[in-house]
């Protein structure tokens, strides 16, 4: 079977521009230092990501959906004045491991884990407590990205509402979503928690690509 078509955007090269293949693209970025370049999985998001910066695509993750220009255009581009944070748990429960990173740049901001027992959507939960707290450690304003519907519903009701039983093996985790909990009953906060749209988007830039 072969492979989904890409479309790649060349910003800085030989000769930028759009391409229908990494043959061509290589072509046009071959020799040229700093070459700006990047993939695509459609030419419609090819062609809005050669009118805009290069600088807004590069943390971003390949988009994987397949919408209509219209639809597309109605979510624009994420907020990149942001902060994304996801979870990853090999098994449910099983390892689980969260963390944080600058939307635009991807650079992590923070990182707890591995859990030897835990939840996805406890990696999410504390993820969004661990990204409330930062931000207002540091007087930002930036915006908090999540694509976890399960843990922005659990932040706005200031617990975590997993089924998993306490353990020895998930004792130090209890802790933490103690401290989170308790820190959500006893902080204010300004900081707007958005659904991170993946189907727009591609995955979220704190994603671990592990799928």
Known sequence: MAGK???YVVWQGVKPGIYTSWKECKTAITGFKGA??????????AKTAFNGSYNDYKGQKPNKAKLSKEELAKYGLPNYNSISVDA??????????YQGVDTKTGKKL?????FKQGTNNIGEFLALVHGLAFLKKHDSDRILYTDSRTAMSWVRKKN??????????????FILIKRATDW???NSYNTIIVKWETKAWGEIPADFGRK
């Open 184 to 186: 959500l009953q006893t």
């Open 5 to 7: 078509k890409k479309f």
């Open 160 to 173: 975590c509402n997993t089924k998993l039983k306490p353990n020895k093996k998930n004792e130090e985790l």
């Open 88 to 97: 990853a748990s090999s098994g449910n429960p099983g390892i689980m491991e």
């Open 110 to 114: 923070f990182h707890q884990g591995p």
């Open 36 to 45: 700006q370049y990047k993939s695509f999985d459609s030419l419609t998001l």
